[in-house]
């Protein structure tokens, strides 16, 4: 697959809309019921996946004003193909499911889909739900032999009576279309590949966010990760930092390379509920969004929330080749510069404390690069609750390259922790400088994955 990153206006800008599509890889050969993505791991057989349920009152989809936010359901079909809707409207219900399922287990917080559901129907059933949730739509205009493009969909909901401000329309193409996320009159994310990933993946996107990216190097992407590769892996960004963080709704992480300057959390969604604390799910964070991405200061300034002890002292990046912004920047523009000096260890810490439960693992991941040499480690402290150090645990010792790695350090919180601390450790004797970004602190409970942990890279 491409992973090209397409966005375009069209004439209806000059109508004053905002038109933004963005196109997934390759439009497919019309293949209906797509393959599930199974990475980071596989979703449960369909009879166990929860049935998400409506949001919405049920009403008219063509008629309600209402102001709630939800997601209607449509299944698209012309006169090439058809009509299927009874053949498929179960299967559709179940995909999104498997969408509210992988949202809720990308991460350790609950947070779901909004739905909408159409009045007329015993939802209290399995069919009688699915036939609620999807609407069927024949699209006159569409394309008997070829591909229908997204405007023609929308433009057919919006004449049809699907215009509702506080919809998006996701929409299960009965023939050859494209994935795509596209807003004209209405807003559509559309498919004719119908699996969970390639679906969640199109609505992700008419919240504005890019494809994801792991590099500070424009234009180099993820490779694991529902927005890039969502036809094997279902997880919305397990770092915490380019477009999802449960954790802090507020935060708005870089979701595009320099010079884009669009930020998003798409954990604010309107289509989605507000994501609470704390449940069994892939991936999670103990950080605040500061301490994983160093973006509230100023260039040579001091990195709020970080503290420096031994031979070294920090600053925030200061300006380089990119210099509008900050040098080297991961995830944001911008990054904790450590100016390593000889004469003794050196430690850049977070300064606050996490709290943590004794005999639980955890995981401390960070990026880290140098424009020269050097070594350095990766340290768990580990605290009581009189605020006393009980142990530390040591990552092996990295030679740093000039590329933006990602290192990590796991280990069980001994009897008696109750806090941590995470540091960068630069052994005594060395002179060099080193640029520090994307710090997390994984929880290792999730039980899902070989040590409890996410994936790294
Ligand atoms: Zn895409």
């Known amino acids: 697959m491409s992973s090209k990153l397409y966005r375009f206006a069209s004439a209806a800008v000059a109508a004053g809309l905002i038109v933004l599509t963005m196109t997934s890889p390759a439009h497919a050969t019309f293949n209906p019921i797509g393959t599930e993505p199974v990475a980071p791991y596989a979703q449960p057989v369909d009879a166990s996946v929860p049935q998400r349920g409506c949001t919405t009152t049920p009403a008219d989809p063509k008629n309600t004003t209402s102001a709630a936010p939800a997601v209607q359901v449509i299944y698209a079909w012309h006169d090439g193909n058809g009509n299927n809707y009874e053949s498929y409207v179960e299967r559709i219900a179940k995909i999104v499911d498997r969408m509210d399922w992988l949202l809720d287990e990308s991460t350790d917080y609950d947070q779901h889909v909004k739905l909408s559901c159409r009045s007329g129907y015993n939802t209290g059933t399995s069919s009688g739900y699915a036939h609620a949730l999807v609407v069927p739509e024949k699209i006159e205009n569409a394309v008997i032999a070829g591909e229908t493009p997204p405007d023609v ?52 996107h008419l919240y504005d966010v890019d494809h994801a990216k792991v590099s500070e190097v424009p234009n180099t992407f993820s490779l694991n990760d529902i927005m890039i590769s969502q036809y094997n892996d279902w997880q919305i960004d397990q770092e915490f930092n380019t477009y999802y963080d449960p954790s802090e709704t507020s935060a708005t ?27 069994v799910g892939y991936s999670n964070d103990l950080l605040t969004a500061q301490e994983r991405t160093i973006e509230a200061d100023a260039p ?3 990195p709020t929330g970080f503290t420096v002890s031994g031979g070294g002292w920090m600053q925030e990046t200061p300006p380089g080749p990119d210099g509008q912004t900050s040098a080297r920047y991961y995830d944001g523009r911008r990054s904790l510069t450590m100016n390593v000096q000889s004469y003794a260890e050196g430690a850049v810490s977070v300064t606050r404390k996490p709290a943590v439960t004794a005999g639980q693992r955890y995981k401390f991941f960070a990026r880290l690069t140098t424009g020269t040499s050097g070594n350095v480690k990766l340290r768990l402290s580990w605290y009581n609750s009189s605020s006393g150090l009980i142990s530390t645990s040591d990552s092996s010792t990295y030679s740093l390259t000039s590329g933006w790695q990602e290192y990590a350090v796991s280990a069980i919180a001994p009897t008696g922790a109750a806090t941590v601390q995470l540091s960068v450790v630069s052994p005594a004797g060395q002179t060099f400088a080193y640029l520090l970004d994307s710090l997390q602190l994984n929880r290792c409970d999730n039980g899902r994955t070989t040590d409890g942990c996410r994936l790294n890279g």
């Open 153 to 204: 969909i929308a433009d057919d909901l919006f004449a049809a009576g699907y215009d509702n401000a506080n919809r998006k329309y996701l929409v299960f193409e009965d023939f050859d279309g494209t994935a795509t996320a596209h807003c004209g009159d209405v807003c559509v994310a559309t498919a004719d590949e119908w699996d969970s990933g390639t679906l969640m993946h199109e609505l992700i």
């Open 253 to 279: 992480f870089y979701t595009s390379s320099y010079p884009d300057t669009r930020k998003v959390n798409v954990a604010a969604y309107s289509m989605f509920t507000t994501p609470t604390c704390c449940d």
């Open 300 to 302: 040579y300034g001091n």
